[in-house]
């Protein structure tokens, strides 16, 4: 089912590509999480999927992402950008975005830029930073590779190491100091949703090495490892998690902050992407 859908979309998107930007060559694809859609509204030169044509793309059913796959450049470089996500607690189990993912891989990217709304594990990263992240701790009940596993795209058994690419994470670290943001790096524990975590449970998450935590990103690094491709992730901070605060947690909230930072996210993207970007011949 994954592979099948994963080449239908390739194809069809490589077509739309064909003939609306014939020479363009997607180096990399941007998941862009909960109120970060705004990225895929700097692109230029774009084109514009909606997931309803792409049998591999998860129609996500939460409030702030758009479901649209977006092609364009960004500050030079071709890039796709995925205006929204399927969840694990949506119910479709967790390999929700494995075929999107292996999608990109057929397609000729080089690696795949996460990001998410995340909360903050502690009082030093406060709600409005912006965390490249440096590992990942799954608390999700399971692997979106559990079953049958598919040759075609990776092996059986697989490394994490280096899951987050160090290369690209230094990249992403340059592009936070150049466009003034205090660099800050954290491990991410994907928690399973969707109700939000107990002070418990996020004592638990402190002790174990967590810094911040969300309910996505974890699926996508691991399916994109198993295929080979890259991985560089970013999580802009929404809140303090339960216990370090007063603010009453909802998504309501999570889509005004992430709006609130949404400006600097893209600065900062666009500051990356400009270090990958080719000097022009001659």
């Known amino acids: 089912m994954e592979k099948n859908s994963a080449f239908q979309a390739a194809g069809y998107i ?42 591999a793309f998860p129609i996500s059913s939460v409030e702030g992402h758009a479901g649209e796959l977006v092609a364009g450049r960004l500050a ?3 890039v796709l950008c995925m205006k929204g996500r399927g969840h694990f607690y949506e119910g479709r189990g967790i390999g929700i975005m494995t075929a999107a993912i292996r ?3 057929l397609l000729g990217c080089d690696f795949v830029f996460v990001t998410a709304a995340a909360g903050s594990l502690h009082k030093e ?5 912006l965390v490249a992240i440096s590992d990942h701790i799954n608390l999700l009940p399971q692997s979106p590779l559990v079953g049958a596993n598919d040759a075609a795209f990776g092996p059986r058994f697989f490394s994490m190491a280096n899951a987050y690419n160090a290369d690209l994470c230094s990249l992403l670290r340059q592009a936070l100091v150049k466009n003034g943001v205090e660099p ?21 998450m402190q002790i174990i090495g967590g810094d911040i935590v969300g ?14 491709l890259k991985v560089v992730a970013a999580a802009v901070i929404t809140n303090y998690a339960e216990g370090l605060s007063d603010t009453a ?8 902050c992430a709006a609130q930072a949404a400006d600097k996210f893209v600065q900062v993207m666009t500051g990356f992407f400009a270090e990958l970007a080719e000097p022009p011949a001659g």
Not at 32 to 49: E, H, N, P
Not at 185 to 203: C, D, H, K, L, M
Not at 249 to 256: A, G, I, V, W
């Open 14 to 55: 490589q077509a739309v590509l064909r003939q609306n930007l014939p020479d363009f060559k997607p180096r990399a694809a941007c998941i862009l999480g909960s109120g970060l859609g705004r990225l895929a509204d700097k692109l230029t030169d774009k084109v514009t999927i909606p997931y309803q044509d792409l049998a």
């Open 184 to 204: 800050a790096q954290g491990v991410y524990v994907a928690w399973s949703g969707p109700n939000f975590e107990t002070a418990a449970e996020i004592r638990m």
């Open 215 to 228: 309910m996505s990103v974890v699926p996508e690094v691991i399916a994109a490892r198993h295929c080979g």
């Open 76 to 78: 030079g470089v071709p």
């Open 249 to 256: 947690l909802s998504h309501e909230q999570t889509l005004h």
């Open 125 to 129: 990263i406060a709600p409005g930073s």
């Open 103 to 105: 999608t990109f891989k």
